[in-house]
Structure formats: structure tokens, C-alpha cells
């Protein structure tokens, strides 16, 4: 079994700064890309960030330059460093990771529980 754990949210107020992490454990072969998500209150899911396994990074529009992913192999954790946070950030933050659990399986996708962000004006 694979899980991915994220940690790290809270309540924040406006140009705070907050540092998520996700830990993926258990049967893992190799992790591929990693990917954080968020979820606000009668809004669609929407991409905040990935990072590939050899280091490549892609932002929503709406975080780019303030939110930064990164990545520790060793440790098969991915963090997201969220910057100058504004109340629009306010959502649960959701870890996804396209993970194979063996070199005969095909990678799948994973999903953490999720961490939520408030950020207060």
C-alpha cells in the first residue's frame, strides 16, 4: 500500500507564509511527478504546482512568484513554500503523486487527505 500524508496548514493572516509538506510511504519503486492541488468552497479543484522527478517545476497562474514546490527523494516528500499569502489562498491543499510500486507496474496516481489553508484578512 502507498500513502501520501500532507502537514503543515493553519490559519495564517494576509503576507504570512506557510510550508506544506507530503510524505509518500510505503511500496514505492519510484516517484514520478508530484502535485499540489486545492479545493476552496464552491470552486473547481485547480492545480498549484508540480514538480517532475528530475527537478522540473510548472505554477498556476495565480501563485506563480509566490509559492515555490521542491522535493527531497531521499525522503519521498514534496513541500510547497507558499509566500505572501492572501485570503484567496484560502482552501484545503491536496497532494497527488504518479507513483510505481514496482518495476512491473504501471505508475498510478495517489492521493494524500488533504491540509487546509485559511488565510485571514
Known amino acids: 500500500q502507498v500513502q501520501l500524508v500532507e502537514s503543515g496548514g493553519g490559519l495564517v493572516q494576509a503576507g504570512g507564509s506557510l510550508r506544506l509538506s507530503c510524505a509518500a510511504s510505503?511500496?514505492?519503486?519510484?516517484?514520478?511527478?508530484m502535485r499540489w492541488y486545492r479545493q476552496a468552497p464552491d470552486k473547481q479543484r485547480e492545480l498549484v504546482a508540480y514538480?517532475?522527478?528530475?527537478?522540473?517545476?510548472n505554477y498556476g497562474s495565480s501563485v506563480k512568484g509566490r509559492f515555490t514546490i521542491s522535493r527531497d527523494g531521499a525522503k519521498n516528500t514534496a513541500y510547497l513554500q507558499m509566500n505572501s499569502l492572501e485570503p484567496e489562498d484560502t482552501a484545503v491543499y491536496l497532494c497527488?503523486?504518479?507513483?510505481?510500486?514496482?518495476?512491473?507496474?504501471?505508475?498510478?496516481?495517489?492521493w494524500g487527505q488533504g491540509t487546509q489553508v485559511t488565510v485571514s484578512s
Open positions: 497527488n503523486a504518479e507513483i510505481r510500486r514496482t518495476a512491473l507496474l504501471s505508475p498510478r496516481d495517489y
Open positions: 510505503g511500496s514505492i519503486f519510484r516517484i514520478n511527478a
Open positions: 514538480i517532475t522527478s528530475g527537478g522540473t517545476t
